[in-house]
């Protein structure tokens, strides 16, 4: 069974520093996608950058980047410069092999900005 | 850009009554899902839809729960008879299945459930 572990339920780091977010997850699979959303407090979910297990770069998408370490299984989100509207909740999320699955999110991190 | 849309925002309905969550994907996409995320809790998985019928359903998903895309644009989430836990919020998402970013799932921006 696929699994996901976010250790850190809130986080509070101040602006413009940079900030990671922990994800580590658990698959038997051999192929396997990582996703991390925003959920900022109006709740809607938005989808921030995707690492697929078989590519050989680290994701990046402007401030976010994705520190993918297969051997560890960890997938931590990396965001440079934060900013106010940074406040937010994160999920970590994977998918399995088959490609209509599901995902399966952690539980989340609540980061918090501080001025 | 296009984007996943959900009616209505927020439904209030009374215990034992039937509601009907829409959704319109993102227009060429061919994967559809519905999740839910109670109050303070992770997202769940509810269903999953691809080619006119269900992928997969979780064990949420009970018979109180269907799905239909009555047209080429709605995918819409009924549940007949509501319980007092099935308040949450419920997502749609959608995704290609096609190019580099066929894998990514898109959300709508979730439809907040009361039931009293």
């Known amino acids: 069974a696929q699994k996901i572990t976010q250790t850190q339920p809130g986080m509070f780091v101040q602006e413009k520093e940079a900030v990671t977010l922990d994800c580590t997850y658990d698959t038997s699979d051999p192929s396997y996608g990582l996703f991390w959303y925003k959920q900022p407090s109006s709740g809607e979910m938005i989808f921030l950058i995707y690492?697929?297990?078989?590519?050989?770069q680290n994701a990046t998408e402007g401030r976010y980047s994705l520190n993918f370490q297969k051997a560890r299984k960890s997938a931590n989100l990396v965001i440079s410069a934060s900013q106010l509207g940074d406040s937010a909740m994160y999920f970590c999320?994977?998918?399995?092999?088959?490609?209509?699955?599901?995902?399966?999110f952690g539980k989340g991190t609540r980061l918090h900005i501080l001025p | 850009e296009p984007e996943v849309t959900q009616t209505p925002s927020h439904q209030v309905t009374q215990m034992g009554q039937e509601v009907i969550l829409r959704c319109v994907p993102i227009s060429n996409h061919l994967y559809f899902y519905w999740y839910r995320q109670i109050l303070g809790q992770k997202v769940e998985f509810l269903v999953s839809?691809?080619?006119?019928?269900?992928?997969?359903k979780s064990e949420i998903f009970d018979d109180q729960f269907s799905v239909e895309r009555p047209d080429g644009s709605n995918f819409t989430l009924k549940i007949r008879s509501t319980k007092l836990e099935d308040s949450a919020m419920y997502f749609c998402?959608?995704?290609?299945?096609?190019?580099?970013?066929?894998?990514?799932?898109?959300f709508g921006p979730g439809t907040r459930l009361t039931v009293l």
């Open positions: 998402a959608s995704r290609s299945g096609q190019g580099s970013l066929g894998d990514t799932q898109y």
């Open positions: 999320a994977m998918r399995g092999v088959n490609r209509d699955d599901k995902i399966i």
């Open positions: 839809f691809y080619n006119n019928e269900i992928s997969e």
């Open positions: 690492q697929g297990s078989y590519d050989q």
